[in-house]
């Protein structure tokens, strides 16, 4: 018998300036990048997202918590990305298993 999971996401639509931003890092920045952060990719709506999974129900305050988490993860590896014009979504994602 399958299970059903919801979990939230929040983070960032993964186009225009901060698709750009992250194509131009070195391969091997990336592959570094990618062991590193926490950060990671969901689609919704056929769109894709670079964000974080939230675990547990949080309170507004854990939730601007964790926008400047990753905020301060893509500016780890794309100084110039200025996030402060990009909205940040939320948004839930259903998994069977």
């Known amino acids: 018998m399958s299970s059903l999971e919801v979990r ?3 983070g960032y639509l993964l186009q225009g ?8 890092r070195s ?7 990618q062991l590193e952060t926490p950060l990671t990719q969901a689609y919704w709506q056929e ?6 999974f939230i675990v547990e129900a949080s309170s507004y305050e854990q939730l ?4 400047e988490a990753i905020k301060s993860q893509l500016q780890v590896y794309c100084p110039k990305l200025n996030l402060d014009k990009h909205t940040i979504y939320l948004f839930p994602q259903v998994f069977l298993s």
């Open 8 to 10: 939230i996401f929040l």
């Open 17 to 24: 300036e901060i698709a750009v931003h992250l194509s131009q």
């Open 27 to 33: 391969q091997a920045l990336k592959q570094r990048w």
């Open 47 to 52: 769109r894709e997202y670079i964000g974080l």
């Open 64 to 67: 601007k918590q964790t926008e």
